[in-house]
Structures are given as C-alpha cells and as structure tokens.
C-alpha cells in the first residue's frame, strides 16, 4: 500500500545500543542491531521509490520504559523535535 502513495516513509527507532552494546543488555541489544541492519537493507530495497525509509537511534529518552532507569535522558518531545528537523532534510539516519 506504501507503494501506491506519492509519498510515504517508514521510521524505525532503534536505540544506540543497536550500535555500542551494553554488557548487562545482550538480548535486547542484538535485537536492535537487527533492526538497524534491517532498516538500512529495506532502504536500499526502496531506493527509485516513493517510500523513504528513516531510523531514529536515540540514547535514552525518559519515558515509562526507562522509568527509574538510567541517567541523562532527553525528553520525548526533544527526540520529536530532533527527529522532524532530520525527516524534513531527508536526514536517514537522525
Ligand atoms: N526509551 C528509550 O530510552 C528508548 C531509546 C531508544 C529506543 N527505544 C525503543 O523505542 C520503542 C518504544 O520505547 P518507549 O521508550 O517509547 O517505551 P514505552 O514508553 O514503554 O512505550 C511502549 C509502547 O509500546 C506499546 N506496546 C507494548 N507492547 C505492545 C504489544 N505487544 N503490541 C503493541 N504495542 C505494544 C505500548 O502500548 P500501550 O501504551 O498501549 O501499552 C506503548 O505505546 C522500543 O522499541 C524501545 O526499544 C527506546
């Protein structure tokens, strides 16, 4: 259906533990370097067409998963922000 539109995209979030890993985290840190070598091969798929395929990796974002968990977290609406800054620049990696 993607196809049939003029313009789509298709934005994974991937987390930067999909690319520096974290000893305490293996499961779900290979998951995620699944799903960045899978959003990177389904954008080469789709080059020459309408669909765009974009992938956020944030570090931590402060939101009910993280909750009481790590250090530093940016707020859900930065990410939003940082996120619409990059899709408008065709930026696919943000
Ligand atoms: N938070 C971070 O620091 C961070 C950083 C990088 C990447 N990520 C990734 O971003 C994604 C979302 O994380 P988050 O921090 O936004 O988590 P979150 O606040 O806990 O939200 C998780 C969302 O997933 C939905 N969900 C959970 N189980 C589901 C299921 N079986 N079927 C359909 N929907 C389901 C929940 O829906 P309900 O509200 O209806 O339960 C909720 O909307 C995850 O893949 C995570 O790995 C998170």
């Known amino acids: 259906m993607l196809l049939l539109r ?11 533990l999909a690319l520096v890993p974290k ?3 293996s499961i779900y840190c290979a998951s995620k370097a699944a799903l960045h070598s ?4 389904l954008r080469w ?3 020459g067409t309408s669909v765009k395929v974009f992938e956020v990796l944030p570090s931590a974002v ?6 009481g968990r790590g250090r530093a977290k940016i707020s859900p609406d930065r990410l ?3 996120f619409w800054r ?6 696919f990696e943000i």
């Not at 003029?6 to 930067?16: E, L």
């Not at 899978?38 to 091969?41: A, D, I, N, Q, V």
């Open 6 to 16: 003029d313009n789509a995209a298709i934005v994974n979030v991937s987390p930067g």
């Open 23 to 25: 000893q305490t985290a």
């Open 80 to 82: 939003a922000g940082e």
């Open 38 to 41: 899978f959003s990177k091969t």
């Open 86 to 91: 990059g899709f408008q620049r065709d930026k």
């Open 45 to 47: 798929q789709l080059e």
């Open 62 to 67: 402060d939101t009910a998963m993280t909750a």
